[in-house]
C-alpha cells in the first residue's frame, strides 16, 4: 500500500510540534489514503482533488492530466502551500489518491502541511462516499479457489469474504466468511475494481444473484439489496 509523506521545507518546523504528536498525525494520514474503486468514483474523486487544489494551496496548478495534478512552486521564504497529486493504480483495480504537500518558509507553512493533508483525505474520502454503491453487507479481498489470498488480478479467482455485517443483506442471503464471490448477475467478479462497478447497477430493494464457491463448490445466492 503506497503512503503518503509530507515533506517540510526546514527542520526548524520540527521545534513547535512535537515528534510524538507528528507521528500521530502521518499515522493518519496514512489510514485515510483515500481509495476508489471504479471509474465513476475515481472520475468524481480527481474531480474533487482538482476543486480542494484549488481552494486550498497557495500556488496555482501548472500540471494537470488524468492522474498528475502540480502547483508551481511556492517562492522563496513563502509560507503558502505547493501541492502534488498523483492517482496510482493498484494490484486490486482500485486506485489511491496520494498528496505531497510542501512550502519554502523555513518557520513553517500556512496552512500546516500535515493538517492540510488530513483535511485533503477528508475531502476526498467525503466525497467518494457519496458515489458509492448500495453495499451488500461484506469486506472481501482478492483469493484463489482455495482462499488463498493473492495480490495480483492474474491468480484471483474471485472476491474472498471477510467480516460479513449480521443480519446485512449478506448474511441474510446465507453468504458467509471464506466464500469466494466469482460472479454479481452475469458479470465475472475477480477484484474489488470488478466488484465495486458491477453493484453500481444495482440499488437498494433489487435482488441479485450472487455466485460463489464454498468449500469448492459453486452456489448462487439471491441476495436482497
Known amino acids: 500500500m503506497k503512503k503518503v509523506v509530507i515533506f517540510l521545507a526546514t527542520l526548524a518546523l520540527a521545534g513547535c510540534v512535537s515528534n510524538s504528536e507528528r507521528q500521530k498525525q502521518q499515522a493518519e494520514i496514512d489510514r485515510t489514503t483515500p481509495y476508489c474503486s471504479s471509474q465513476k468514483q475515481c472520475d468524481a474523486a480527481w474531480a474533487a482533488a482538482r476543486q480542494w487544489v484549488n481552494q486550498n494551496c497557495g500556488m496555482k496548478i501548472q500540471n494537470y492530466s488524468s492522474d498528475y495534478i502540480e502547483t508551481y512552486n511556492s517562492p522563496a521564504n513563502s509560507a503558502a502551500i505547493a501541492c502534488q497529486v498523483t492517482k496510482n493504480p493498484l494490484p486490486t483495480g482500485a486506485s489511491s489518491i496520494n498528496v505531497r504537500i510542501s512550502c519554502s518558509n523555513m518557520f513553517g507553512c500556512v496552512p500546516d502541511v500535515y493538517q492540510a493533508a488530513i483535511n485533503f483525505n ?12 448500495v453495499r451488500m453487507g461484506f469486506m472481501a479481498r482478492m483469493s484463489d479457489t482455495k482462499g488463498n489470498e493473492v495480490q495480483n488480478t492474474s491468480y484471483s479467482a474471485g472476491m474472498l469474504i471477510k467480516g460479513v455485517t449480521h443480519d446485512g443483506p449478506a448474511y441474510k442471503a446465507g453468504l458467509r466468511d471464506d466464500d469466494i464471490v466469482t460472479a454479481v448477475g452475469n458479470d465475472a467478479v475477480r477484484n474489488q ?4 462497478s458491477v453493484m453500481e447497477k444495482y440499488h437498494s430493494g433489487d435482488n441479485v444473484k450472487v455466485t460463489i464457491l464454498r468449500n469448492g463448490k459453486e452456489l448462487i445466492k439471491e441476495v436482497h439489496l
Open 122 to 133: 477528508k475531502y476526498i474520502n467525503d466525497y467518494i462516499e457519496r458515489f458509492a454503491p
Open 193 to 196: 475494481y470488478d466488484l465495486t
